[in-house]
């Protein structure tokens, strides 16, 4: 209550940010593992027809290439191909060798065999994602709406702030995408 009454912009901004932020996480989770019902999009990993690969752990070079061929054998190898992993697989695959006493690990200088990576706590411990991410397509029809409603709890003082944005998401072709797990 107090922070209302002291009217400062600084103030605003900051709950502006803190609320977009956490839109934002919830569009990249919705991105990855939305269901497609109960107002969430269909996430990448729920889109059928895209490709599949076995990862145990946090995964071998050999199952991080499975994941490249599934999507060369979809004639899908073109585009911006990259690779989502979370932070956790980033922190095993440093120390991972390519192949035994070769001193060559499967995460070295942002990439994973040449591609890039890029590392996203959305994402489960055991899942990967590899694809041309220009095949997934996010519609955003308007910029972050705030509403703010003085009335729903104004016996106790309080302001609601509700924060909305309208997003889709589409995958244009689900070859082009291979998912680790």
Avoid: C
Avoid at 29 to 34: K, S, V
Avoid at 48 to 62: D, W, Y
Avoid at 94 to 111: I, L, P
Wanted: glycine share 8%; hydrophobic share 40%; charged share 15%.
């Amino acid at each position: 209550l107090l922070l209302l009454l002291q009217s400062s912009i600084s103030v605003e901004t900051m709950v502006r940010n803190d609320l977009a932020r956490v839109l934002a996480l919830e569009l990249d989770r919705a991105a990855i593992y939305g269901t497609g019902s109960s107002n969430q999009p269909l996430g990448l990993t729920n889109t059928t027809g895209i490709g599949s690969q076995t990862i145990t752990t946090f995964g071998t070079f050999e199952e991080y290439i499975g994941m490249e061929t599934d999507v060369a054998a979809a004639n899908a190898d073109a585009g911006s191909l990259r690779y989502i992993i979370n932070a956790s697989a980033r922190g095993a695959l440093k120390s991972t060798e390519k192949a035994t006493n070769t001193a060559q690990f499967v995460y070295e200088d942002d990439q994973i065999n040449g591609y890039p990576v890029i590392v996203s706590n959305q994402l489960l411990a055991n899942d990967a994602l590899f694809g041309d991410f220009s095949m997934f397509i996010m519609g955003m029809w308007s910029g972050l709406d705030l509403t703010v409603d003085p009335y729903t709890h104004s016996t106790s003082g309080t302001v609601r702030v509700v924060a909305m944005q309208d997003v889709d998401m589409a995958v244009r072709h689900p070859e082009s995408f291979s998912r680790g797990n």
